[in-house]
């Protein structure tokens, strides 16, 4: 099951982003993931077992969103990119050329984060003074 290794790495990935940052206050809301078709990666699943890894957490509250990149490889004969499809053995239904680029699908990665901060919201609370 990829969605377990999948969301160790991204708990590393986001506690080391909270670590890095001054304000450790940031509570993160939201996790904007590109998860490529080509990766074998479950997005429900992914969701699940985030959900599950991040309860009594920092994180927990949060929630995971994934844009699915879809899977696009390229002819290297006559230039064009297609949808590649296991019933074809991935090969470019132009000319049964096998696949030898692919364009997009194996993407992993956190687009953005959305967040919000204590330490911001204690100044935007803040009564407001006026110099004179």
Same mark, same amino acid.
């Given at each position: 099951?990829?969605?377990?290794?999948?969301?160790?790495?991204?708990?590393?990935?986001?506690?080391?982003?909270?670590?890095?940052?001054? *304000?450790? $206050?940031?509570?993160?809301? /939201?996790?904007?993931?590109? #998860? !490529? %078709?080509?990766?074998?990666v479950?997005?429900?699943?992914?969701?699940?077992?985030?959900?599950a890894?991040?309860?009594?957490?920092?994180? *927990?509250? $949060?929630?995971?969103?994934? /844009?699915?990149?879809?899977? #696009? !490889? %390229?002819?290297?004969i006559?230039?064009?990119?297609?949808?590649?499809?296991?019933?074809?053995?991935?090969?470019?239904?132009?000319?049964?050329?096998?696949?030898?680029?692919?364009?997009?699908?194996?993407?992993?990665?956190? %687009?953005?984060?959305?967040?919000?901060?204590?330490?911001?919201?204690?100044?935007?609370?803040a009564?407001?003074?006026?110099?004179?």
């Open positions: 099951m990829h969605e377990v290794d999948m969301t160790k790495c991204l708990l590393i990935s986001l506690n080391e982003w909270r670590d890095r940052r001054e *304000d450790t $206050s940031a509570m993160v809301e /939201t996790v904007h993931l590109d #998860v !490529g %078709r080509f990766t074998c479950e997005p429900d699943q992914l969701v699940t077992t985030y959900n890894a991040v309860q009594g957490t920092w994180l *927990d509250g $949060s929630r995971l969103t994934i /844009t699915e990149i879809p899977f #696009v !490889g %390229r002819c290297l006559c230039n064009g990119t297609y949808d590649p499809v296991p019933e074809n053995a991935y090969r470019s239904p132009c000319c049964d050329n096998p696949l030898e680029e692919i364009v997009s699908g194996r993407e992993l990665r956190i %687009r953005s984060i959305d967040y919000r901060s204590d330490a911001a919201a204690a100044l935007e609370s009564p407001i003074q006026r110099q004179r």
